[in-house]
C-alpha cells in the first residue's frame, strides 16, 4: 500500500515526489512519455536554450554602437540543437536523481485507474501491474489544442505542420516559417527563426500579440519583432492548412506559402483513458476541478499543473503540487493566484504580474496607471541603444496597493519577481518606493514607478 502515487512526471509530478519522499511518505510517480513532462522537454527550457543563443548572435550582429565589431557572424542552428539536448539530458537526469535520493521510484508507462477498494484506497494499473494507494496525485498535464481546420492532421501527419514538440528537433531552420498564433510559444518561436535566418509569418486572431498582456507592451512588442523582420496578420483566421496557409482577413480569404507551419494557438488539460471516471471524477472535459488546497472533489484526490486548467504555467503547477503534499501532511497551505508572473521570453522580454489597466477596470478598481520609459534606470541606457522598453505600473487610487506591473526590456522576466512579492504582500506605492533596491539594476526602475502618477 503506497502512501501517493502521482500520475505525470511534469513539474507539477516531479515537485510533488520529491516533496513527499521528503516527508517520509511512500510515494510511486507515473510518466508515459519524459520525466521533466512538457517544460522540460520540449517547451520552457529548450525555448530558452534556442533563444539565449538567437540573443547572444543579435547583441553580436549589432554590436557595433558598443565598440564590438564583427565579421562574417553566423548562428549555426546545429549547434544550437545540439546544445538544447545536452541542456534537457542534463536537468532530466537531475530530475530523476532527486527523485531517487527521496526514495521515489518512477514508472515508464501510461496509468490507468481501475477504481477503489472497499477501504478507500485507489488501484492503479500501469504496464500490466496493479499499485494499491491511499491518495492519488493527477498532474497529467496538457496538450495542444488542434481545431478541425481543413488540411491539418494531414499536414501534421506529413511533417509540414509543427506543435511545439516537433519544432524543436528541426535539424534546419525553414526557408518560410508560418507561425498560427501569436500567444508566447508562437511569439518565441517567431523570434528565433528570424534570427537564424527564416522568413517568419505569424497569423493571429486577436487584434494584437501575446495574449493577455497590457496593451502598450503589446505593441511595443510587436515593433520590436517587426523589425527583426517577423510580419504579422492580425485580427485573421487560419480556414486551411497546406503547403499554402489560406487565412481570412477583413473580409477577404488570403493565402501564404509556408515551409513549415507552426501550430501554437494554446493548451488543453490532458484527461483522457486516465480512468478519471472510475473514481467519479467525469465533469473533466475542461480540466480537473480543484479548490485552493488542490482536493479534487474526490477524498483522497488531487490534482496539480496544467491538468487543472488554472493557468497554464510551470511556476504554477510548482506552487500547486507543493500546496497539495502539504495538505497531505497537515499543513494547510492554500494557493493564491493573485500575484502569478508570466513572462514572453523574446528580445526584448516582457514580464507581467497581477491585473492589468483593463482587468483592474473591469474587477471595480479605481485605477491609477504610471507608465515610465526604462530610460530611467541607467543600467538599461548603459547596455541598451535606442531602447523603448517601459514599465506600467497598476495601482488602487483609493487604497495605493499595487495591483499590477507589466514590463518591456532587457531581465524583464527577472525583475518581474519583485514586483510579484510586493503585491502578494499588498504593498502600496509608498511602501515599496522605500524599499532598497542595488544601484545600479534595471530592477530599480520599479521603485521610479512607485515615485509617479499618471490619472487615467
Known sequence: MKDLIILGGGPAGYTAGERAGRAGMDALLIENRALGGVCLNEGCIPTKTFLYSAKIYENAKHGEPYG????????????????????????????????????????????????????????????????????????????????????????????????????????????????????????????????????????????????????????????????????????????????????????????????????????????????????????????????????????????????????????????????????????????RYDAVPACIYTSPETGAVGETEESARKNGYGVLAATLSMNYSGRYLAETEKGDGIIKLITDKKTRRILGCHIIGPYASEIIVAAGILIEQNATVERAGRTIFPHPTVGEIIREACMIEEVD
Not at 509540414?160 to 510559444?185: S, Y
Not at 467525469?282 to 484526490?301: E, S
Open 68 to 335: 564590438v565589431r564583427t565579421t562574417d557572424i553566423s548562428l549555426d542552428h546545429a549547434a544550437v540543437l545540439a546544445r538544447k539536448n545536452k541542456v534537457v539530458k542534463t536537468l532530466t537526469a537531475g530530475v530523476k536523481a532527486a527523485l531517487a535520493k527521496v526514495n521515489v521510484p518512477v514508472i515508464t508507462g501510461a496509468g490507468v485507474i481501475k477504481g477503489r477498494n472497499a477501504d478507500g484506497s485507489f488501484i492503479m494499473a500501469v504496464n500490466g501491474e496493479e499499485y494499491v494507494s491511499r491518495r492519488l496525485l493527477v498532474a497529467t498535464g496538457s496538450v495542444p489544442v488542434l481545431p478541425p481546420i481543413p488540411g491539418l492532421s494531414d499536414s501534421l501527419a506529413s511533417g509540414l505542420a509543427l506543435t511545439n514538440r516537433e519544432i524543436l528537433d528541426l535539424t534546419a531552420p525553414p526557408e518560410k516559417l508560418v507561425v498560427i498564433g501569436a500567444g508566447p510559444v508562437g511569439l518565441e518561436m517567431a523570434s528565433y527563426f528570424a534570427s537564424a535566418g527564416s522568413a517568419v509569418t505569424v497569423i493571429e486572431m486577436l487584434d494584437a500579440v501575446g495574449g493577455p498582456i497590457d496593451r502598450d507592451i503589446a505593441v511595443i512588442l510587436q515593433k520590436n519583432l517587426e523589425k527583426k523582420g517577423v510580419k504579422f496578420e492580425l485580427s485573421a483566421k487560419a480556414v486551411s492548412i497546406g503547403n499554402e496557409v489560406t487565412y481570412e482577413k477583413d473580409g477577404q480569404t488570403r493565402k501564404t506559402s509556408a515551409d513549415k507551419i507552426l501550430f501554437s494557438i494554446g493548451r488543453r488539460p490532458f484527461t483522457e483513458r486516465l480512468g478519471l471516471e472510475n473514481i467519479g471524477l467525469t465533469d473533466v472535459k475542461n480540466g480537473v476541478k480543484t479548490d485552493l488546497f488542490m482536493r479534487a472533489g474526490v477524498p483522497g484526490v488531487y490534482a496539480a499543473g496544467d491538468v487543472t486548467n488554472r493557468t497554464m504555467l510551470a511556476h504554477v503547477a510548482y506552487r500547486q503540487a507543493a500546496a497539495a503534499v502539504n495538505h497531505m501532511t497537515g499543513v494547510s497551505d492554500p494557493v
